[in-house]
């Protein structure tokens, strides 16, 4: 940079002819911005940068002070400082709403919140498909929508060792009672009734949904014996075998057509379980269907 500095508008002794700049720069490899940045003259650097954009008559220190009044003379407490700012502007002082915010900040003036609590995250790496059926049954709820009687809601079970469809309720109101009468549904087919230490050894995968932690139902399934074993919350895949039962559900049917009572749906649904059942075919399985699967299992235990 030094030698462009003083070779600039000198004449070379060889040729005795002057260069321009450009070419002693494109000779030397120095960028021409590099160039004209090295040579400006340096600024005097300002002791304090000043604020960009419109000057106020009022000073922080005022409008902390004014802050503090409209806090005081408010019939509400806990107002923050969208509100502040209204009421200051009512008093004749403009401020923007990050200067109120920032000032109410540094002043410790904004209402006190709950900070979020992390919640312990208790990831699931256990295996969810049992060796036989009978051992775990998966729990869960879904919905879809009709044109005369709005939500209709999906309950069902199904067994995680052989991916069947035990029970499928399709009602209108979504409670506790239907969940019950779901799991008896699924009870009755597997054991002959819903009575006492019917379901003894089955363990119930749920959802934290109020349906499957109501007392009623709890009570209910302890009575016929089962173990209830709620799915880590945020880990759906420990419920993952009814929830991948749910997506075939609603690609295969729910999502396929405008749905027009509650009726249609049931029936609807109860036939594609029939046939899922029957003929739906699962890789780990082998490419068989549930009730192959099972019987597969049961000859297998007969021999």
């Known amino acids: 940079m030094s030698q462009v ?12 002819k002057t260069y321009s700049l450009s070419l002693l720069l494109d000779v030397y490899e120095i960028p021409r911005s590099t160039y004209y940045d090295q040579i400006k003259e340096p600024k005097e650097a300002s002791q304090t940068p000043a604020k960009r954009g419109p000057k106020t008559e009022h000073t922080d220190d005022k409008v902390v002070e004014k802050i503090k009044e409209v806090l005081d003379e408010s019939p509400f407490s806990g107002e923050g400082h969208r509100k502040v700012r209204v009421r200051l502007k009512l008093k004749g002082i403009h401020a923007g709403k990050t200067r109120v915010l920032r000032l109410m900040k540094e002043n410790n003036l904004l209402a006190p919140t709950r900070k979020k609590r992390e919640a312990t995250k208790r990831e699931h790496k256990g295996k969810i498909i049992t060796e036989r059926p009978n051992e775990c049954w998966g729990g869960d709820i879904t919905e879809v929508m009709t044109v005369e009687d709005g939500k ?37 087919k597997e054991f002959g009734e819903a009575k006492k230490d019917a379901g003894r050894g089955v363990t119930l995968r749920l959802d934290h949904g109020s349906q499957f932690t109501s007392e009623r139902y709890v009570n209910e399934a302890h009575f016929m014996g089962f173990e209830i074993s709620y799915a880590f919350v945020g880990q759906p895949q420990c419920n993952g075998i009814i929830e991948r039962w749910h997506r075939t559900l609603k690609e295969q049917l729910l999502w396929t057509k405008t749905w027009k009572n509650i009726d249609e749906v049931r029936g609807a649904v109860k036939a594609f379980v029939k046939t899922y059942n029957s003929q739906w075919l699962i890789e780990r399985h ?18």
């Open 5 to 16: 500095r003083r070779l600039r508008g000198s004449r070379s002794p060889g040729t005795g």
């Open 286 to 303: 082998g490419h068989r269907s549930p009730l192959d699967f099972r019987r597969s299992m049961k000859t297998k235990v007969a021999a």
């Open 152 to 188: 209709v809601s999906i309950f069902d079970i199904m067994d995680h060792c052989t991916d069947e469809l035990l029970a499928i309720h399709v009602v209108k109101r979504a409670n506790r009672f239907e969940a019950i009468e779901c799991l008896q549904q699924a009870t009755r």
